[in-house]
Structure formats: C-alpha cells, structure tokens
C-alpha cells in the first residue's frame, strides 16, 4: 500500500501546474489583444489559441493559431496575430466566434518546476470587458490585477 501511494505522489508531482499568466484584453482598437506573463526570466513554448463549440464537443479546431519553439520574455499582441518571428501557424478563420469557448495557453517544463499559462475565454466575455480590464483567471480584472495576481502565482 505504502509503495502505492508513494508511486501516486510521484505521478501527480511530475504535471505541469496551470497558472493563471494570461489574459486577453481589448485594444485601444478595440480589438482582442493577449498578455502573457512567464515566471521571471523563464522560457516557454508552444504558445497557442485553440478553440471549441461550446458544450465542449471538440470541433476540430475552427480558429486559432500554434508556434512552435522556445520563447522567453513578456508578450502583448492582437489575439489572432502573434509575433511573425514565432512562425506561427493559423487555421480557419481568425476572428472570435459566438458560442465557442477559447484556450490561450503557454508552457514552461522544466523537471520540478512545470507550469502552463492559461486563460479560457469566451468572445462575451472580451466583449464585456471595460476599458483598463483584462480577462484572467476566469473574470475580469484590471491590469495591475492582474499583473499581481502572475506575479504571485509564480
């Protein structure tokens, strides 16, 4: 029994944790822009957008985008335009859809110190958002809200 619960805290002390070191926001355009906050000076891969029909049916990927490869630092940019130099790949159409839920996500794995930034969204929920707010950690928040609320996460 004992050796059963030792082999279980070693399997779930090996996942990445999510944190919550994203968040979409509108622009001064008012279209949906992405703060991502990694730990520190940590890198990160595979940043991407995903998306799925809401009832949580997987919908084969409507909209979104992937990079692949080591990122670090702090990024701002519009939602459906990351960064070229990540050589993102987008499919379908690149605009926010009614009644589909939204994944941005990140990852940092590193033995013994993995986590992902996440933020799930819906297009209401960026369309409700008011000027100084972002969306993170499932509602609306202000900036510096935010900005603490990565920072203590990390």
């Known amino acids: 029994m004992a050796g059963c619960v030792a082999g279980a805290v070693l399997l779930t002390g090996c996942a990445a944790v999510d944190l919550p070191l994203a968040a ?4 001064a ?3 949906p822009e992405v703060l991502l906050r990694p730990c520190g000076d940590d890198s990160y891969r595979g940043p991407s957008l995903e ?3 809401d009832g949580g049916r997987a919908n084969g990927g ?3 985008w ?3 490869g080591q990122r670090s630092g702090d990024a701002r940019f519009p939602l459906f335009s990351p960064p070229a130099a990540w050589s993102p790949r987008h499919r379908g159409v690149q605009r926010l859809l009614p009644l589909h839920t939204y ?4 990852g940092h794995y590193v033995t013994g110190d993995s986590y992902n930034g996440v933020v799930t969204f819906a297009a209401e929920d960026v369309a409700a958002l008011r000027a100084g707010q972002v969306w993170a950690d499932d509602r609306a928040m202000s900036l510096g809200e935010f900005e603490e609320l990565a920072e ?3």
């Open 66 to 68: 992937q990079a692949k």
């Open 152 to 154: 203590d996460s990390c």
């Open 103 to 106: 994944t941005l996500s990140f």
């Open 62 to 64: 409507t909209t979104g």
């Open 24 to 27: 979409v926001l509108k622009g």
């Open 29 to 31: 355009d008012g279209e």
């Open 51 to 53: 998306d799925r029909a």
